[in-house]
C-alpha cells in the first residue's frame, strides 16, 4: 500500500494494528517532514525529509502549467565534489535504498495536491537530480526506478522519469539497457577537459542510451561562460544529437564565484543556436529557499 499514498504503517488498513505495530518498530517507512519551505506562490515546495526512520534528505515538488515533477535524491550527500554544488561540497553520509527514494515520491504525491489551481496537482514526473549521484547507487536506483514505473507501483510513464548524472560511464551503459526509455542528463559544464576536470572531477563519459541525451551545464561567471567554451560545446552537441540545459549558478556558501550575468547567458545561448544547438534555459525556480539546482544540503536544522 505503499505505493497507492499510505505513508504509513497505520494508513495500511488491511494489515492488522498488531502487525503494523511490529512493523513500525522493526522495519521503519515512511516520510517525517522535519521542515518544509515554499516559493514561487506555491509552485514550489522543498522538504527536509527523514525517510526509513534514519536517513535525512532534502525532496523538491515543482508545480508547472502542464505537469508536476518532483526532484528526488539518490544519497544523503555526494562524493563526487562538485565545486559549486553544496551537496558536494557535503561529502557523502549515506547511499538511499529503493524504498527511501520512493518515500520522497510518496511524500511528493501527498503533497501534490497542495500545489496552486494553476498546476494540474497531480504528480507524473521525477527526475534523479536532488542530493546524490544516482549512477553512484545504481542498484538502489535502478529498483526505485522500476517501482516508479510499474502500473502495480506509482504507474509513471519511463519518458516521465530522467537520471543526471556527472558520467559514469558503466552506469550510464546498463541504464540504457536496464530503463531504455528513461531519460539521461550528463553534467557537463565544461567543453574542455582540463577545465571540466577543476569543476566535475569524475571525468570520462558516453551516452550510452536510446533516447537523446541533456547536457546539463552550469554557467559561471567568467569560467565556463566564454565565446570559447560555447564553440567547443556544440560540435560535442552535435555529434550526440544532445539537448543543453543551461543553468545560471544558484549560490552556495561554500563556492564564492557568482553565476553569469544575462547578457552573457544570452550570448552562449546564441553561440549555440548559430551553430544548430538545441538550447534552453533552465528557470532559478526555488532559489530563495535554496531548493534550485546545486543548492540541496540539508539547509534546515535537524531536531
Same mark, same amino acid.
Given at each position: ?29 515512511? *516520510? ?6 515554499? @516559493?514561487?506562490?506555491?509552485? =514550489? ?11 535525512? &534528505? ?5 508545480? %508547472? ?6 526532484? #528526488? ?27 527511501? &527514494? /520512493? ?23 521525477? #527526475? ?5 549521484? +544516482? ?8 529498483? /526505485? ?5 510499474? +502500473? ?8 516521465? *522519469? =530522467? ?18 526509455? !528513461?531519460?539521461? !542528463? #550528463? $553534467? ?20 550510452? =542510451?536510446?533516447?537523446?541525451?541533456? &547536457? ?13 567554451? @560555447? ?23 561554500? %563556492?564564492? #564565484?557568482?553565476?553569469? +550575468?544575462?547578457?552573457? &547567458?544570452?550570448?552562449? *545561448? ?8 538545441? *538550447? ?20 534546515? $536544522?535537524?531536531?
Amino acid at each position: 500500500q505503499l505505493w497507492k499514498r499510505a505513508a504509513t504503517y497505520e494508513e495500511m488498513s488491511d494489515v492488522s494494528p498488531k502487525l503494523r505495530e511490529r512493523l513500525a518498530a522493526e522495519l521503519p517507512i515512511g *516520510v517525517e517532514v522535519l521542515d518544509e519551505r515554499a @516559493a514561487d506562490r506555491g509552485a =514550489t515546495r522543498k522538504a527536509l525529509l527523514r525517510v526509513g526512520g534514519a536517513h535525512v &534528505i532534502e525532496a523538491v515538488l515543482m508545480g %508547472y502549467r502542464d505537469r508536476v515533477t518532483v526532484c #528526488v535524491s539518490s544519497q544523503a550527500g555526494c562524493a563526487m565534489g562538485c565545486t559549486f554544488c553544496a551537496t558536494g561540497q557535503m561529502g557523502l553520509l549515506n547511499n538511499l535504498t529503493a524504498g527511501e &527514494i /520512493a518515500a520522497q515520491v510518496v511524500w511528493a504525491r501527498r503533497e501534490a495536491v497542495r500545489l496552486p489551481a494553476s498546476t494540474p496537482r497531480r504528480l507524473g514526473n521525477a #527526475v534523479f537530480m536532488g542530493m546524490g549521484e +544516482p549512477l553512484a547507487n545504481e542498484r538502489h536506483v535502478f529498483a /526505485a526506478i522500476a517501482k516508479l514505473t510499474d +502500473p502495480s507501483g506509482f504507474g509513471m510513464g519511463a519518458r516521465h *522519469v =530522467t537520471l543526471s548524472t556527472v558520467g559514469i560511464v558503466p552506469g550510464i551503459a546498463r541504464l540504457a539497457g536496464a530503463h531504455p526509455q !528513461a531519460g539521461l !542528463a #550528463v $553534467s557537463f559544464h565544461a567543453a574542455n577537459d582540463e577545465l571540466r576536470d577543476q569543476l566535475v572531477p569524475p571525468n570520462g563519459w558516453r551516452a550510452a =542510451t536510446r533516447r537523446r541525451p541533456s &547536457i546539463e551545464w552550469a554557467l559561471i561567471d567568467h569560467v565556463n561562460d566564454t565565446d570559447e567554451q @560555447a564553440q567547443l560545446l556544440a560540435p560535442i552537441a552535435r555529434r550526440l544529437g544532445a539537448h543543453v540545459n543551461l543553468i545560471p549558478l544558484n549560490p552556495t556558501p561554500g %563556492y564564492p #564565484v557568482r553565476g553569469s +550575468p544575462p547578457a552573457r &547567458i544570452r550570448r552562449f *545561448v546564441a553561440t549555440l543556436e548559430r551553430a544548430k544547438v538545441n *538550447v534552453t534555459v533552465r528557470d532559478t525556480r526555488g532559489r530563495n529557499i535554496d531548493a534550485a539546482c546545486g543548492q540541496l544540503a540539508l539547509s534546515a $536544522s535537524v531536531g
